[in-house]
């Protein structure tokens, strides 16, 4: 891990501080430089870690959001006329679906009464016309029902 031509041991190292070099950013000459002072000096907090070092620093408040601006209070007349409208429009939508739904069930009942009136009527027309083709409703084979009848008594 370490070069072998070190002639000491790690922890016997300089350590080497290195100061930061301030950054002057570059201004136009036109314009002079105002300081500005801050409204309050922040406080300064030092925190002892648990190995001795001590951490300095400013302590830094939690940022608050900006507050809303008030929204202007609506009239409840307004309120009132709005929701009547939607009101209005949800039973005019509502009274369109009936009038439909109606107008669908009272088709529905006719082609069921026409196909009624159909089936009984053509019942109706066999039970006319066939019955004035065969001259009665019962054919009786007369000369059997003699034959059986005489030999039954005979």
Same mark, same amino acid.
């Given at each position: 891990?370490?070069?072998?031509?070190?002639?000491?041991?790690? +922890?016997?190292?300089?350590?080497?501080?290195?100061?930061?070099?301030?950054?002057?950013?570059?201004?136009?000459?036109?314009?002079?430089?105002?300081?500005?002072?801050?409204?309050?000096?922040?406080?300064?907090?030092?925190?002892?870690?648990?190995?001795?070092?001590?951490?300095?620093?400013?302590?830094?408040?939690?940022?608050?959001?900006?507050?809303?601006?008030?929204?202007? +209070?609506?009239?409840?007349?307004?309120?009132?006329?709005?929701?009547?409208?939607?009101?209005?429009?949800?039973?005019?939508?509502?009274?369109?679906?009936?009038?439909?739904?109606?107008?669908?069930?009272?088709?529905?009942?006719?082609?069921?009464?026409?196909?009624?009136?159909?089936?009984?009527?053509?019942?109706?027309?066999?039970?006319?016309?066939?019955?004035?083709?065969?001259?009665?409703?019962?054919?009786?084979?007369?000369?059997?029902?003699?034959?059986?009848?005489?030999?039954?008594?005979?």
């Amino acid at each position: 891990m370490y070069p072998e031509h070190t002639p000491h041991v790690p +922890a016997q190292r300089a350590v080497e501080v290195h100061q930061p070099t301030p950054y002057t950013p570059a201004m136009p000459a036109s314009a002079p430089v105002v300081p500005v002072q801050p409204g309050a000096v922040p406080a300064v907090a030092s925190i002892v870690l648990p190995d001795g070092r001590v951490v300095t620093g400013y302590a830094i408040n939690p940022a608050q959001p900006e507050p809303l601006a008030a929204k202007p +209070a609506a009239s409840r007349t307004a309120v009132n006329v709005a929701l009547g409208g939607v009101g209005f429009l949800a039973v005019c939508g509502g009274l369109i679906l009936l009038t439909s739904f109606i107008a669908a069930l009272t088709a529905f009942i006719t082609q069921l009464l026409t196909l009624a009136a159909v089936i009984f009527g053509g019942w109706i027309a066999v039970q006319v016309f066939g019955a004035s083709r065969h001259g009665g409703g019962t054919t009786v084979n007369i000369r059997k029902a003699v034959i059986k009848r005489n030999h039954f008594h005979g």
